[in-house]
């Protein structure tokens, strides 16, 4: 079955734009991860969103945004860019139940802001 | 809070050799486990998993881990290093209900010919 998608791959922003992300997951599955991926911060989780709904949210500023749709699809905003947002996007999918809990990554959308 | 640390940054490793890739978490309960494996400019793909029962876990390319409780580890294995496992490895943590993990900082493997 199809793995999870990430698109744009790759994306150039000036500084002070305005950006959305999507992310398609793995058909049946309901939650959507977003993080951000810097050589200096590593890998930090940003917010899950199960079933439309937020379901947990990471330590970053209200620039940061997010939702989905009905068919799981999951989009990422990020407002007023910053260089600091410059990073890589991964989105993860899971069932998002406890008993099977391993996300799946996608290839990442690679922001760079200028 | 739950936390992960891998305390080696860089690893080099003869191919042929074996590898251990080193990871201690920090958390309250029971964790749910995970290894990742990246290439460069790549997304993450999950090489194995520990949620219970067996401490001893087998993943896909000959990974496989070993949890240990009364350490709070969960180091990665490999007995022979191929050429193709040059990568950076992350290993995480998550909470049973919730698509939420909390990564180390990885460790970087170069593997020499």
């Known amino acids: 079955k199809a793995g999870v998608t990430q698109t744009p791959r790759y994306l150039i922003k000036t500084r002070g734009q305005q950006v959305t992300l999507s992310c398609s997951p793995i058909s049946g599955h309901r939650s959507v991860s977003w993080y951000q991926q810097t050589p200096g911060q590593g890998l930090q989780f940003l917010f899950e969103?199960?079933?439309?709904?937020?379901?947990n949210k990471g330590n970053f500023p209200g620039r940061f945004s997010g939702r989905q749709f009905s068919n799981s699809r999951s989009e990422m905003n990020v407002s007023t860019l910053e260089l600091g947002d410059s990073a890589l996007y991964l989105c993860?999918?899971?069932?998002?139940?406890?008993?099977?809990?391993?996300?799946?990554f996608g290839q990442g959308t690679r922001l760079t802001v200028v | 809070a739950q936390s992960v640390t891998q305390p080696d940054i860089h690893i080099t490793v003869s191919e042929g050799a074996s590898l251990e890739l080193r990871c201690n978490y920090s958390y309250g309960a029971t964790p749910y486990l995970f290894w990742y494996v990246q290439s460069p400019g790549q997304g993450l793909q999950l090489l194995l998993k520990?949620?219970?029962?067996?401490?001893l876990v087998q993943g896909i390319k000959g990974f496989e881990a070993e949890f240990k409780r009364s350490q709070s580890s969960f180091n990665l294995r490999k007995p022979s290093v191929h050429w193709s496992d040059a990568a950076e490895y992350f290993c995480?943590?998550?909470?049973?209900?919730?698509?939420?993990?909390?990564f180390g900082g990885g460790t970087r493997v170069l593997v020499k010919p």
């Open positions: 969103y199960f079933s439309e709904t937020q379901r």
């Open positions: 993860a999918s899971s069932l998002g139940t406890g008993t099977s809990p391993e996300a799946f």
């Open positions: 995480a943590v998550g909470a049973p209900a919730g698509n939420k993990l909390t």
């Open positions: 520990y949620f219970s029962g067996d401490t």
